[in-house]
């Protein structure tokens, strides 16, 4: 029996812009005044034209209130690079009294958090379709306050990290980090509502808190974007209630990438925050010596965006397939797994704001998501558990409800026909499960 993966969260092979890359990468190298500079160690904030570019696109897109100036914006490695950056740059765990998560939560950036000396400060947060639940986490945050003298030397007292020799971090060291994703959230396909994003902003002023919004899916809605789309968490810290607060790093960046839109191997995404907590991200130490990472393929990007082929990619490419590949996953669950007691989100039955990669799906109550795994894996299909996006540690605050009898299925990766193929197995896994209880 073929392997059938609904795990994997890459696109398909067949949404490859190898052409338009391939174009891209001959104009840049056949030109020395872009090909000398873009084989050099480039410009710590990144490559400028990139920068532009972006801001101009992401102005497009989003239409805010005033048109994004490229000081807003650095390049990244990817959003799993930047997020371990933001990490090194802007908190301690010195200083850092907790990194709080909704529950489920991508499951790849707990190992980051780690790395950072964080791993004990772990605390997960509920969401519902609107998000994550803004009360509970002020909750949360006004008992870790309490908690704090637990974590030896952290909260108040923490002294600004050094970065040796006399040299003192750009950035501030921040008292708590959210991390979500507001829009077609990985893994449970939520989009933050408008009135739950303006009420984190202000939470995150009020405890001096940073929240880092992984902004990758954005850009694919499964129906036309309504224009302009809802606003980003950081387009709400740049207009809410004045603006920023006085030291001008602001409470939110946004983490974007062009993973899901030409291919993760590309490793190139952007930040766009304060200029000021930009200006601070991009010295961090390994910029501050090699430049920005991914050089060479940020001017194959730009080339891109100037030459138009990455919006016929986008609007003829990847809108088109996240469209028909939602609706054929959406549709094979609701007509094979429906009357077995399934639900899913994003449902667009449901008029919820429907895009991404991902559907997150909910069994029914006497089947957890370890069997369904187990058994699944057996009829050569592979489906995320949805114990993999439950937040790691022993006092979390966190709940295995949220996950036990859920799954994530990616409908971007697999052949067209294999996605209703795998709904199919899975039927089967649940029946034999539902059977045996
Ligand atoms: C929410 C989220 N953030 C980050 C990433 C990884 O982004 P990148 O490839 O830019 O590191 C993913 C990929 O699945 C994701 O779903």
Redesign the pocket.
């Known amino acids: 029996m073929h392997p059938i993966n609904l795990l994997k ?1 890459s696109p398909h092979p067949s949404l490859l812009p190898a052409t338009h890359l391939r174009s891209a990468a001959a104009t840049v190298l056949s030109k020395p005044s872009l090909y000398i500079p873009a084989l050099d160690y480039g410009d710590e904030a990144g490559y400028h034209p990139l920068r532009a570019s972006i801001a101009k696109w992401l102005t497009d897109f989003y239409a805010p209130a005033r048109p994004i100036p490229t000081e807003r914006i650095c390049i990244t490695g ?4 930047n997020l371990a950056c933001i990490l090194q740059v802007f908190t301690d765990p010195r200083h850092t009294v907790a990194v709080w998560l909704p529950e489920p939560t ?1 499951h ?1 950036v707990f190992t980051m958090f780690r790395d950072a000396g964080l791993e004990d400060r772990l605390r997960a947060v509920a969401e519902d379709e609107e998000g994550l639940l803004v009360e509970e986490l002020e909750q949360g945050i006004a008992n870790a306050r309490y908690q704090a003298c637990d974590f030896k030397g952290c909260g108040d007292g923490g002294d600004a990290k050094s970065a040796g020799a006399g040299q003192t971090s750009p950035g501030k060291q921040y008292k708590h980090l959210i991390y979500c ?1 507001p829009t077609y959230a ?1 893994p449970s396909g939520a989009t933050m509502s408008v009135p739950r994003r303006e009420a984190l902003v202000r939470l995150a002023r009020r405890h001096d808190a940073l929240v880092v919004c ?1 902004d ?1 899916y954005d850009f694919l809605p499964v129906t036309p974007a309504e224009h302009p789309p809802v606003p980003r968490l950081v387009d709400i810290d740049h207009t809410l209630d004045g603006g920023v607060g006085d030291d001008q790093f602001g409470n939110v960046v946004s983490n974007g ?1 062009f ?2 839109i030409l291919g ?1 191997g590309c490793r190139v ?1 952007w930040a766009e925050a304060t200029p000021k907590f930009v200006d601070a991200l991009a010295q961090c130490g390994s910029n501050i010596s090699g430049g920005a990472p991914s050089h060479l393929t940020s001017t194959y990007i730009n080339e891109m965006l100037e030459d138009g082929s990455f919006h016929t990619h986008l609007n003829r490419t990847i809108l088109p397939a996240v469209s028909a590949r939602y609706r054929l996953l959406a549709e094979a669950v609701r007509h094979k797994l429906a009357s077995l007691g399934v639900t899913f989100q994003p449902d667009e039955a449901r008029g919820m704001a429907v895009g991404g990669f991902f559907l997150w799906l909910r069994l029914p109550d006497r089947v957890s998501s370890e069997d369904a795994d187990r058994e699944a894996a057996k009829q050569g299909l592979v489906i995320g558990k949805g114990g993999l996006f439950a937040v790691p540690g022993p006092d979390t605050g966190g709940s295995r409800e949220r996950v036990d009898g859920f799954l994530r299925l990616c409908f971007m990766w697999e052949n067209e026909d294999r996605l209703v193929e795998g709904v199919e197995r899975l039927e089967m896994v649940l029946r034999g499960l539902l059977a045996s209880t």
């Open positions: 969260g990817g959003a799993s690079q991508y790849l994703v990985n992984d990758v990438s993973s899901k993760p995404g």
